[in-house]
């Protein structure tokens, strides 16, 4: 039997006997089913009557949470995935912004979208905001919704431009007609508009607020990116009133406390993408910061051209650069951290709650009856790493990963089951990512290519040190 016929359209699902995290604090339900009808969930609870025909998956021994939800990812770009993975961000913005971000065509935005959101079910993320700005013109956008509607996901096209100014692309008649014609209530495609503000005391960007303002849709902006974008922004932001709820703001690392205040005092919140902040060059991953202030956090992996696109590592790496920090201070002034603030449910809660909380779902996010069935099962009977149970939190922040991703449903459909893709055509993808990397080698040249793959590495200088070096070398005993 194939697995689409098993989990056919409408069939009632139900996950038997796993450990449940609601998400509704630091609750933890174990041997509980989770039953969901059509795109919902219907019922959680022990032993649950099911009606006759429903599919039933094992779930005994694994951790059953609500789909992850990634608020920050540039999926065009995981068309080439991990060829940056030495840049730092002035390379990046060199290589995507100012010289070969404009080479991409609209089957390449394509083929990357489609990537990253298949990889995206894979690893148990089953709403990605798409941070898509390579969108320079409508087929490009067209391409990116195409590819994004191609694939079982939930998604939210944030569209953006980087070749043109916002105030440019966002005001054009194409892009209201391309709103019109492809945002019409998609339950699975929502819309905001992408663009970041650069401190030019003139607010260029106000048009492209106005546009979102009209057409009722939140922004995301790069904010607190160190060298980019600054306090400037925020305070331009707020002055002329476009600092909403609704509003995320990414990354938001070398930001002021008095920014951080606006951004709470108006109700945004900020989508910490730690792995990025921490190799890029942003600013320290700001969790450590911004939890004193009290605003909402939701996670992201910014973009696969260098990280991951694994939410489990978007965790664990969030709870270590805090730890990290608060150790530091800590030491710098001769205390010691001896309760560590941040917790695993915490991260746990930021990388499915807090992400449903940014984007305004609060459908999706818990695992309750009447929410939105976007559920993962993660489970592995053949790991070593999937035994004792003791802590799912902890669990699900430090031991799990993507392989160990058994099912996954989004909006009620099993698009993921016994560790494999149901009804992807990975092959398909593949190919897709094949014509677009020959296409980009083609057009930048073997030796740009590589160059680009390779940045100089800048020379360590070995400190002069006070102590003799022992000669070991010439040491019988170690020659032997
Ligand atoms: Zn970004």
């Not at 902006?221 to 400037?232: I, K, L, N």
């Not at 995320?248 to 606006?262: C, F, G, K, Q």
């Not at 459908?363 to 802590?391: C, H, M, R, Y």
């Not at 560790?419 to 593949?430: C, E, K, N, T, Y």
Request: hydrophobic share 40%; aromatic share 8%.
């Amino acid at each position: 039997m194939s697995q689409p016929t098993e989990f056919g359209a409408g069939r009632p699902v139900v996950l038997r006997g796993g450990t449940v995290l609601p998400m509704d604090g630091r609750r933890v339900l174990p041997g509980t089913d989770v039953f969901v009808a059509g795109d919902r969930i219907s019922a959680v609870g022990p032993s649950l009557d099911v009606p006759e025909g429903t599919a039933e998956i094992d779930a005994t021994g694994g951790i059953v949470m609500p789909g992850m939800i990634d608020t920050h990812r540039h999926m065009w770009q995981t068309a080439l995935r991990g060829y940056g993975a030495d840049w730092t961000l002035t390379q990046y913005f060199v290589w995507f912004y100012l010289e070969y971000g404009k080479l991409f065509r609209p089957e390449d935005v394509h083929a990357g979208n489609t990537l990253a959101a298949i990889e995206a079910l894979d690893a148990g993320v089953t709403t990605v905001v798409d941070w898509s700005h390579g969108l320079r013109t409508p087929d490009h956008a067209d391409a990116a919704a195409d590819a994004l509607q191609g694939v079982p996901g939930r998604y939210v096209l944030a569209y953006g431009n980087i070749q043109q100014p916002p105030a440019e692309w966002a005001t054009a008649p194409e892009f209201r007609d391309f709103v019109r014609r492809r945002i019409t209530g998609d339950d699975l495609l929502g819309f905001q508009i992408a663009f970041d503000v650069l401190g030019d005391p003139s607010f260029p960007e106000q048009p492209a607020f106005e546009v979102a303002r009209d057409l009722g849709v939140t922004v995301t902006t790069h904010a607190g990116v160190w060298g980019a974008t600054s306090d400037d922004g925020i305070r331009l932001m707020y002055e002329h009133g476009y600092m909403s709820p609704g509003t995320i703001y990414v990354h938001a690392a070398s930001l002021s406390a008095d920014s951080y205040h606006r951004i709470a005092a108006t109700g945004g919140s900020i989508s910490v993408s730690t792995e990025s902040e921490q190799s890029a060059g942003q600013g320290y991953p700001p969790t450590w910061a911004i939890r004193s202030h009290g605003i909402p956090v939701s996670l992201s992996m910014d973009t696969s051209v260098w990280w991951s696109g694994d939410l489990f590592s978007a965790m664990r790496s969030t709870l270590g650069a805090d730890r990290s920090r608060e150790h530091l201070e800590s030491h710098s002034k001769g205390d010691t951290v001896t309760h560590c603030a941040l917790r695993a449910d915490q991260v746990v809660d930021w990388a499915t709650r807090g992400g449903a909380q940014a984007i305004g779902r609060d459908d999706l996010g818990t695992v309750e009856p009447g929410k939105k069935a976007d559920l993962v099962l993660i489970k592995n009977d053949a790991s070593p790493v999937s035994f004792p149970l003791l802590n799912p939190f902890g669990h699900v922040a430090f031991q799990a990963q993507r392989g160990d991703v058994h099912t996954v449903l989004v909006n009620g459909r099993v698009v993921k089951h016994e560790h494999r893709l149901v009804g992807i055509d990975l092959g398909a993808a593949r190919a897709g990512i094949e014509r677009t990397i020959e296409h980009l080698k083609g057009e930048m040249g073997e030796e740009a290519w590589e160059k680009g793959m390779n940045p100089d590495v800048p020379a360590t200088k070995i400190l002069d040190n006070p102590y003799t070096y022992t000669d070991y070398r010439s040491d019988a005993t170690h020659r032997r």
